[in-house]
């Protein structure tokens, strides 16, 4: 059974940092691309940041290109997402996602998805 379990989401100030994480279990991690995504109140699902297997590419939104960092351990099965510069507009919940496998991110079809970790950046 898939299971993925994001952690590390918190009240941030503008400007700040915070880093994510997703602790993947159920299936060969290494094996498939990962994304982040989410979802803020009233808006609808963005597709944030994806990954593929051998974390040999990656995916950017426009929206938080240059400021966030995805990135993968396979040996501990886990997703990452370190956001910097953290902005109000970044305030949603976010999911960790499973996709295809190797170059195939799965979006908007993603596999499975977690829980999500709820980000909000305020003053």
């Known amino acids: 059974q898939v299971q993925l379990v994001e952690s590390g989401g918190g009240l941030a100030q503008p400007g700040g940092s915070l880093r994510l994480s997703c602790a993947a279990s159920?299936?060969?991690?290494?094996?498939?691309?990962m994304s982040w995504a989410r979802q803020a109140p009233g808006k609808g699902l963005e597709w944030v940041s994806g990954?593929?297997?051998?974390?040999?590419?990656?995916y950017y939104a426009e929206s938080v290109k240059g400021r966030f960092t995805i990135s993968r351990d396979n040996a501990k099965n886990t997703l990452y997402l370190k956001m910097n510069s953290l902005e109000p507009e970044d305030t949603a919940l976010y999911y960790c996602?499973?996709?295809?496998?190797?170059?195939?991110?799965?979006?908007?079809?993603?596999?499975?998805w977690g829980q999500g970790t709820q980000v909000t950046v305020s003053s």
């Open positions: 990954i593929w297997s051998d974390g040999s590419d990656t």
């Open positions: 159920g299936f060969t991690f290494r094996r498939y691309a």
């Open positions: 996602a499973k996709g295809g496998l190797g170059a195939d991110y799965g979006f908007p079809d993603f596999a499975s």
